[in-house]
Every structure is written in C-alpha cells, then in structure tokens.
C-alpha cells in the first residue's frame, strides 16, 4: 500500500501546488506571498470550523486583515490569548502578522481562522478561500474539507 499511497500524495501535492500557483496570481505578478496546505475539519456544529494553512512571504512584512469562504459566513481572525483553567483561550483580532521572509502556520495551537454560519461543507469537497493582505493584495486558493473521525484531519491524509 505504501507506493499507491505515496503516488497519491505526489499527484495531490502537484495538484495542490497548480492551485497555489494558481491562487497567488490573483495577488498580483508582483506577489511574495504563497499559501499551501490550507484545510477545513468538517463540522461538528452545522456552519461552525476552523481553517489552518501555511503562508509563505518571500517578501517584506506584512498582514491578513480579511478571508471570505465560498459557503459563506464569516470568518474571524483568531490568535492565542492564554491559558484559563489548564486549556488554551484564543481572542479576535483584527489581522495576523506575517513575517518578511518566512512562513507563518496557521494551526490549532496559534493563529488560525474561525469560520461561522457557513452552509455545507462535506468530507473530500472543497471549500474557495479568498484571503486578503494589507500589501499583497488577494490570494484565492482551495482548502480541503476533512473529516477528523474517519483519520482525514490534513490535506496530504486524505
């Protein structure tokens, strides 16, 4: 099983890396900003996930201020804000910072995208992310719906 596998993950990773590709040429010829990896856990509450991904900048500082979906509702900037009672609390804010040269991860334990009310979003769609930057303008690229229970919980595991 190991060599179907890893061929499905090369094929997924090019397929991903097309729509990367794809999505940073919205921003703009001039963009340094790349986005990968970005998925969705399907929902437990109907309209309520989360979105993670990675941001590369090979360019100067500088902000996510915005992200809409394609299933709509809105999305939230999310960042840590301590710990209360032994568990991480996070807060809203009004953008997150993205480091010159470097990439930022959006992840469970950091910052991350809150997403409410939004329609369906089912295992193995995906989902349009439209993300805006104070500098590099929009980036739009495809986040995968995954499905935590069924071992789905990264774009590359399902």
Excluded: W
Excluded at 7 to 34: D, E, K, M, P, Y
Excluded at 68 to 84: C, F, I, N, Y
Aim: with cysteine; aromatic share 4%.
């Amino acid at each position: 099983m190991r060599g179907p596998t890893l061929v499905l993950r090369i094929a997924g990773a090019a397929l991903l890396a097309a729509l990367v590709v794809t999505g940073c040429a919205s921003a703009g010829a001039t963009s340094s900003i790349f986005v990968a990896s970005a998925y969705v856990p399907q929902p437990t509450t109907p309209g309520t996930t989360v979105a993670y991904l990675e941001i590369r900048n090979n360019g100067p500082a500088d902000k996510l201020i915005s992200v809409q979906t394609s299933v709509g509702g809105k999305v939230q900037l999310r960042a840590p804000a301590g710990r209360h009672a032994g568990a991480l609390t996070m807060r809203t804010v009004p953008d997150i910072p993205i480091a010159a040269n470097a990439m930022t991860r959006l992840n469970p334990i950091s910052y991350h995208l809150l997403i409410t009310g939004a329609g369906t979003m089912r295992d193995g769609k995906d989902i349009t992310l439209r993300l805006t930057f104070a500098n590099a303008g929009t980036v739009t690229i495809l986040a995968m719906v995954t499905n935590p229970q069924s071992g789905g919980s990264s774009y590359f595991l399902n």
